[in-house]
């Protein structure tokens, strides 16, 4: 009984540690948030890596390769939606969740006081291929500054391993999903912290 009870408290504080590991606050804190009900919010895509692929152009050039020679024509229009996916699946979903669970109004024209950027730095895509399936996962650096002065960081957040999407066999809504996961996560951070 006791090796059982034992156990149960390792891997409760496991899955504990893996959770305090999903956001990590590594500059400063949130309370400047406390009676703010409006954020401006912006995204930023430079420097991404993407699976093992490494740098996001390294993937770019393998997926558009791949398209081209399964049907000569389609790798621009790959190359395209996956840029497009940004705007049509991962900032609406994000945005979505996080304003849901911080109780917070975010708009990208927002003339507000503090601005919130969402800096992707990795994408893992998943894959769907009918008799298997992997979730995509992403990894974001949240900033936080005062709109007047952007060049001192009020807060710095670390979301790690965000996942979600498995199933669609389309890569942006896959992605999506992932980005859905790190508003969640990220809004319910914010309405804990922000008080």
Known sequence: MKKLFALILVAGSMMTGISAQAQDVVKGNLTFLKDVKEIQISYVYDNITVGKDGKEATYIKRK???KESKEPGTGKAWEESWISDRKN????KFN???AKYSKRTIS??????YIMEVH???IEVGYNVGISSAKAAVNLEIYFYDAADKS??????MLNDMKGGKGQFATGPR??????KAGKVLGKF???KAK
Not at 108 to 113: F, R, V
Not at 152 to 157: E, T
Request: aromatic residues 12%.
């Open 175 to 180: 992605i999506g999903d992932a980005y859905a």
């Open 64 to 66: 558009k390769a791949e």
């Open 120 to 122: 992707t730095k990795f």
């Open 96 to 98: 979505e969740l996080f």
């Open 89 to 92: 699946h991962y900032q609406p």
């Open 152 to 157: 001192k960081v009020l807060c710095k957040i």
């Open 190 to 192: 914010v309405a804990k």
């Open 108 to 113: 990208e024209d927002a003339s507000t006081k």
